[in-house]
């Protein structure tokens, strides 16, 4: 995997959700995310290999999909700064953190945010 940012397995459970070594493996297999084993309990893949997938929640729906802070920008049509002051004051979806440095948040949640200003 080179000298590219290593994710580990504490991080890949935190943002999947999953509970268990074996249902984090599957889940990455069913994302074609390319990961070594590093240790019987441990599992590393890059940030490269995780941006470079389609990124879901367990069990989420489509309406679900984890959008990244561009689309975010694009969708809102507010800033990177705009978007973190207002997640800050709590008047905007919280980011789930991807890895050590990316995030994304729940399409649902950012499509319902805009309904909610766009009903005032």
Do not use: H
Request: hydrophobic share 35%; aromatic share 8%; with cysteine.
């Amino acid at each position: 995997m080179g000298a590219e940012r290593l994710i580990d397995t504490e991080c890949l459970l935190q943002w999947t959700g999953y509970a268990t070594l074996d249902e984090l493996e599957r889940f990455l297999k069913r994302q074609n995310i390319r990961y070594a084993k590093t240790g019987k309990d441990r599992l590393v893949t890059t940030q490269a290999a995780i941006d470079a997938c389609f990124l879901q929640l367990p069990g989420a729906t489509e309406d679900d999909e984890l959008i990244r802070t561009a689309e975010v920008e694009k969708i809102t049509s507010m800033t990177r700064m705009s978007i973190y002051r207002q997640e800050k004051a709590g008047k905007f979806p919280k980011r789930i953190q991807l890895g050590p440095r990316s995030v994304g948040w729940k399409r649902s949640e950012v499509i319902a945010w805009l309904e909610q200003r766009r009903l005032g």
